[in-house]
């Protein structure tokens, strides 16, 4: 299908969206604010989380850690704790790694300058052109799935979002549309248009605002829209863990860096042949991740001896601690799980 983009009056429709805004923009907490660091962190929380399930988790994760020195200075266990039941670890450690970036590079003052917050760690052209225009006035479109879905149903635009060119393509749409001095206005616009009304599944076109000058709605074609390609199909991971257990406390080991699940804990993956006698149940456990599906096989080893539970400890480098302990420090999620149904078991 040939683009018919150019059968559009691109401001008057960035106009009807931020007027729709201005009436039915969503009430959230971190839309009275204007402090970069809190529109960062919202932006990396609810990347990833939806609106309804993050608030909580904004609201701890701030109320901990106020403002950037305070993240910085905080120990990576206890940012991680915090950010527990977002998954998605690595955003929280990039998060604290961009922090203590903000006080080394930036003398401890948030980045005025696009392309200074695009060299954050973590932070993509997306959080960038977020938090420039929100919080600095700069005219930049945050394109994200929400743009590249509501962009390409108004103008019935087949443009491939897969393709490398999509993000360069879709911006330079987007500016052509966005008022003046209110790029931070039109973002919020459209992310709110976009998870609210112009959904992947089940659009609500009889309430959108851009119904009128949306072709593909006008076409009946909106569930064709945005063309994508190309699809990453997730691979197969198998991983297995052994709860080792002697008199209620069981064994725990740091992740490093590489690979999934980064810097969270774990339990052995491997243990000594004679320890698989002591097995005394199995749990098979599905888990999906962005490219990958998981299984998850996990033993529960209950050993007799604590001279032996404490040798394997101290030569594998294992920390020793109970369900209570266990608390205060961040699993991978299938993890958590297991131990949550051994605490019910009890």
């Known amino acids: 299908m040939k683009s018919k983009k150019q059968n559009a009056d691109f401001l008057h429709v960035g106009e009807l969206l931020l007027a729709w805004y201005k009436i039915h923009g969503r009430d959230l907490p971190f839309r009275n604010t204007n402090d970069p660091y809190k529109i960062w962190i919202c932006e990396i929380i609810f990347q990833q989380t939806r609106i ?11 109320h901990r850690f106020p403002d950037v020195q305070t993240l910085a200075e905080a120990e990576n266990d206890e940012v991680l704790l915090y950010w527990k039941g977002l998954g ?3 955003r929280a450690l990039n998060l604290h790694k961009a922090a203590l970036q903000i006080v080394r590079e930036f003398q401890g003052k948030f980045p005025e300058n696009y392309n200074n917050i695009l060299s954050l760690k973590g932070v993509g052209k997306y959080t960038a052109a977020a938090i420039s225009s929100i919080c600095f006035g700069t005219k930049i479109p945050a394109v994200d799935g929400n743009f590249y879905r ?61 119904n009128k000058e949306c072709l ?14 190309k699809k990453t199909k997730p691979t197969d991971l198998e991983l297995t863990y052994h709860y080792v257990e002697f008199n209620g406390r069981f064994l725990i080991k740091r992740r490093g860096d590489d690979f999934i699940w980064k810097r969270l804990y774990e339990f052995p993956t491997e243990v000594p042949a004679e320890f698989k006698t002591e097995i005394v149940h199995h749990k098979t456990v599905l888990h999906k991740l ?25 030569e594998n480098g294992f920390i020793i601690t109970d369900l209570e302990e ?21």
């Not at 309804?52 to 701030?62: K, P, T, V």
């Not at 990958?292 to 080893?301: A, D, G």
Request: glycine share 2%; hydrophobic share 35%; proline share 5%.
């Open 326 to 346: 266990s608390h205060q420090k961040s699993f991978p999620k299938p993890l958590e799980n297991y131990m949550k149904w051994i605490e019910d078991e009890i």
């Open 216 to 229: 593909a709605f006008s076409l009946g074609k909106v569930h064709e829209f945005p063309v994508k390609s």
């Open 150 to 210: 509501v962009l390409s149903r108004v103008f019935a635009d087949d443009f491939d979002i897969s393709k490398s060119k999509a993000f360069l393509y879709f911006s330079e749409l987007a500016l052509r549309m966005m008022p003046e001095n209110e790029a931070g206005h039109f973002n919020e616009a459209m992310m709110d248009l976009g998870s609210e009304i112009c959904k992947p599944k089940n659009p609500k076109c009889e309430i959108c605002p851009l």
């Open 290 to 314: 962005t490219h990958r599906n998981l299984t998850v096989q996990i033993y529960k080893v209950i050993l007799n001896s604590e001279e032996i539970f404490k040798k394997f400890a101290e």
């Open 52 to 62: 309804e399930q993050g608030l909580n988790h904004y609201s701890r994760f701030i």
């Open 88 to 90: 998605y670890y690595s």
